[in-house]
């Protein structure tokens, strides 16, 4: 081999570097794209087509968590439509406690899987079909629900990993949770 002296040393370094280094960024990276947002700050923005009363919202206008500001949004993240529990969230979308509370379910599929699972209640169904939405949240396609709230100034206020969203008393703390999100609201 022609070159320099040391250059072999040189060489030898840089690839070590390069095994200590890359891994550790990419660590860092898997970290970030998998992790969920803390408590306290502002979630990543969402802007995803969705379904609503079984029917596409317009796809001039999908929804924006960020012009929800003023509300208290609560995220309610599953995988696809046969995943357990579709029904209990749609049956408790109507029954947020006010106005000012809106349960959005961000589902991990191709919006023309959704049509069906909204049935005739408010309930928006955001589709995510890449997952995109779902890793900037920390939650995968295999996960059970993972529920977020972000309160009227749009700082994420409370977040359940797993709940039971089959237990009414689990709703009644989500519930509560959301009520503290917005200032004036009943307890």
């Keep these: 081999m022609t070159g320099r002296p040391g250059g072999r040393c040189l060489a030898a370094v840089g690839a070590l570097l390069m095994v200590l280094v890359v891994p550790a960024e990419a660590q860092k990276l898997r970290a970030s794209l998998l992790d969920d947002p803390p408590i306290g700050k502002v979630p990543p923005d969402i802007v995803l087509p969705y379904w ?15 012009a929800e500001l003023g509300r208290v949004v609560v995220l309610a993240f599953g995988g696809s439509g046969q995943r357990p529990g579709w029904a ?7 029954s947020m406690g006010s106005p000012r509370v ?5 589902a991990w599929g191709p919006a023309e899987t959704l049509g069906d ?20 949240y920390g939650s995968r396609a295999t996960d059970p629900w993972t529920f977020f709230i972000v309160a009227d ?12 969203v089959a237990s009414p008393g689990w ?17």
């Design 52 to 66: 609503a009363n079984g029917a596409p919202g317009p796809a001039d206008q999908p929804f924006r968590l960020k």
């Design 88 to 94: 209990d969230v749609t049956a408790h979308a109507d």
């Design 102 to 106: 809106e349960l959005i379910a961000v």
């Design 117 to 136: 699972l909204a049935g005739p209640s408010r309930l928006k169904i955001l589709a995510d079909p890449a997952g995109a939405v779902h890793r900037r």
């Design 153 to 164: 100034d749009g700082h994420l206020i409370w977040k359940s990993r797993r709940p039971e």
């Design 171 to 187: 709703w009644a703390q989500l519930v509560a949770a959301a009520r503290r999100g917005a200032p004036g609201l009943p307890r």
